[in-house]
């Protein structure tokens, strides 16, 4: 059995035999706008703390038009919803694919001059992990503080002499939740909870997160926005989308690293400067949402309530797609009511179980007017929505119940027409290299098909 099938197997495995205890729930966020009392104007957080509530309406009457969504009720929606306060004066740039967010990532790297802190599901012995290895052994050697908090199913099957290597260097490392409760540091053995989230901090100052992990699939390009057409899948790499932020939203991915850090490990983090003074470094006003399970489902809330209140477009790129029932219904109610609907999927996949539990809701979902389109050749992996070209997030979380529910997951929501439009370009470009599921072609599917989607309907909570 291959790495990645080991990883999505093992703890549904260990489910079926009975250690995982009772279903846990999502939160009821139906019409949760209705039920919120945001405040008149959502908090903005700029390099010396809290804006005065004149200075942030001023702030976020700039960066979005009145024809769609209100955001800045939205954004206070979202806060009340969320407990989490917007970030000013960020810069925010959008990487495509694998060999352009490895090689910035690389770059901040090899740019480090006080720690690199990393935290990431995969990290793989190939190519491409020893590249970052090396990179990471080399600048711990020149006296920055490297830590790195890796998920313990994520990298099941690579072998410990990898992470050795690293440690003899002098870097920190820590496993999430390790399979082998002899690991365990605490009491609890939670193997149904993964750390999903793939961060990287360089010097406090600079942020990485997405969908991409440390793993030679991420090697080739899918070839998106390339005028080259494939017949052959085998030429192609993943398609997925990482985000860069600059600025003072980055102590808050700091902050969400250093607490994760703290809760799986007894010793404190190496000394260095994980909080210098922010600087701004654009005008994008963000926010940084971290989700734990058991937690109070921060990146749950703020998908649905931004689904809820969308006047004009929800367009959704999904790599995983097994929405519970709630997500289902908004998005039917918002097609609905004459939303555009537009959702990316994978044509084809890396787990098969997925796929086609992933079909459960595609008759509804098509019969009310959402349009559903699946990407070809690419593998998709990308983690990524756009409503009314204004709500724009990126991150690590699936549009399933294991990453709302069972994972560690980090998203950033970017607020402003500016950064949707180069999401829409985005989503665009998707739609160009998708075929769109109809629902008479729905409805015509082969029977073979639907008896694998039965199978896997009966998994849609553990997946």
């Not at 740019?111 to 600048?139: P, S, V």
């Not at 020149?142 to 992470?163: E, H, K, M, R, W």
Request: proline residues 4%; glycine residues 6%; contains cysteine.
């Amino acid at each position: 059995m291959n790495l990645a099938r080991m990883r999505c197997w093992l703890p549904l495995c260990l489910m079926c035999w009975g250690l995982l205890g009772a279903c846990a729930s999502l939160p009821n966020v139906t019409a949760m706008s209705d039920k919120l009392e945001p405040a008149a104007v959502p908090s903005v957080q700029g390099v010396n703390g809290s804006l005065s509530p004149e200075r942030g309406k001023a702030l976020l009457a700039k960066r979005w038009p009145k024809a769609t969504l209100d955001l800045q009720a939205q954004a206070a929606l979202e806060e009340a919803a969320t407990g989490v306060p917007l970030i000013a004066g960020n810069k925010c740039t959008l990487l495509f694919d694998g060999p352009q967010t490895m090689t910035e990532m690389l770059k901040a790297i090899n740019a480090a001059r006080n720690h690199i802190n990393l935290e990431t599901y995969i990290f793989d012995q190939d190519e491409l992990g020893l590249k970052f290895a090396d990179a990471l052994i080399d600048k711990q050697r020149q006296g920055v503080t490297v830590n790195i908090l890796y998920d313990s199913v994520g990298t099941i099957g690579v072998p410990a002499a990898f992470f050795d290597r690293m440690r003899k260097a002098g870097i920190h490392l820590v496993e999430f939740n390790p399979v082998n409760p002899a690991k365990l540091s605490g009491d609890s053995w939670k193997l149904n909870n993964r750390d999903h989230r793939k961060v990287l901090i360089v010097d406090g100052k600079v942020a990485f997160t997405g969908g991409i992990n440390i793993s030679a699939t991420y090697a080739r390009s899918s070839l998106f926005r390339s005028s080259a057409r494939p017949t052959d899948k085998s030429q192609v790499g993943w398609r997925d989308t990482h985000i860069k932020v600059e600025g003072p939203a980055v102590q808050a991915f700091q902050w969400l690293f250093v607490r994760h850090w703290v809760a799986q490990d007894k010793d404190d983090l190496a000394d260095a400067d994980y909080f210098p003074k922010p600087v701004v470094a654009g005008d994008k006003v963000v926010r940084v949402l971290g989700s734990d399970p058991g937690g109070k489902f921060e990146i749950y809330k703020a998908y649905n309530l931004a689904i809820q209140e969308a006047r004009k477009s929800i367009h959704i790129t999904s790599a995983y797609f097994v929405p519970d029932r709630q997500t289902v219904e908004a998005l039917m109610a918002a097609a609905r009511r004459g939303v555009d609907v537009k959702i990316v999927l994978p044509g084809v996949s890396d787990s098969g179980l997925v796929f086609y539990a992933g079909h459960a809701f595609y008759d509804d979902l098509l019969e009310s007017g959402v349009q559903i389109y699946q990407l070809k050749l690419a593998v998709l992996h990308a983690k990524t929505a756009v409503i009314d070209g204004n709500w724009s997030t990126v991150g690590s979380t699936n549009i399933d119940t294991r990453s709302f529910l069972h994972n560690s997951e980090l998203n950033v929501v970017v607020m402003g027409d500016v950064f949707g439009t180069e999401m829409e370009k985005a989503f665009q470009e998707d739609l160009r290299d998708s075929v769109q599921v109809t629902l008479e072609s729905w409805r015509h599917r082969p029977w073979s098909d639907r008896l694998r989607e039965f199978a896997a309907r009966f998994m849609n909570y553990w997946l």
